[in-house]
């Protein structure tokens, strides 16, 4: 009598190397379908300010307030809501986050099933950046800082800055992928990661 992949597990056991879907990972579900709404929508929204800046200004300025309102969902998202979208399950102290950069050069990181810590910690950077970013942004519009020399040239300082962490965080999603052997691009599309080591 065969035993199937579903009936070995749930005994308890390991199924047969033959049983069909033997080979097949157990995936759980990681990401909640409003962390991958915001991130995809989030990378939309930065992509157009971007590429159009003060030559379609009317579509600069709808996209900043996108992602202002982007980052306020976010932000309560992360405070109030559960599992791995959860501030508190990704932010680690400076000292954590610097021992996972020393093992991601040695290649020999621990998987997270969330964000480890250096992911968890671009995160936090980015979402402040993209913050004061869409904040002098909104400024320039007003009567108060329209034209101001200092509010612009900081605007542009720090989305310029949030692109090279941008490069970077895409960076590490290669390495991570790469070192763990899972895609966490179809993660985030998706929601669900491989639930073992």
Not at 61 to 74: D, E, F, P, Q, S
Not at 162 to 169: E, I
Request: proline fraction near 3%; glycine fraction near 10%.
């Amino acid at each position: 009598m065969s035993v199937t992949r579903d009936e070995a597990m749930a005994g308890g056991m390991e199924p047969p190397a033959d049983a069909p879907g033997a080979g097949d990972a157990v995936m759980v579900k990681v990401w909640d379908p409003l962390v991958r709404l915001f991130h995809w929508s989030l990378v939309a929204a930065f992509s157009i300010t971007w590429l159009t800046g003060e030559e379609m200004g009317w579509l600069h300025a709808r996209a900043g307030y996108a992602i202002m309102a982007l980052l306020a969902i976010r932000v309560t998202w992360g405070l109030f809501s559960a599992g791995h979208a959860r501030f508190s399950d990704f932010v680690y102290r400076p000292s954590t986050v610097l021992a996972h950069l020393v093992d991601t050069l040695r290649m020999r990181t621990r998987r997270y099933l969330g964000h480890n810590p250096a992911g968890g910690a671009m995160i936090v950077l980015l979402l402040a950046m993209l913050a004061v970013t869409a904040g002098t942004g909104y400024m320039l519009t007003t009567d108060a800082f329209w034209g101001v020399r200092w509010v612009r040239e900081l605007h542009q300082a720090i989305a310029t800055a949030t692109l090279v962490f941008v490069g970077l965080h895409v960076l590490g999603v290669i390495v991570a992928s790469f070192e763990h052997r899972e895609n966490l691009v179809r993660a985030m599309i998706t929601g669900k990661k491989r639930a073992s080591h």
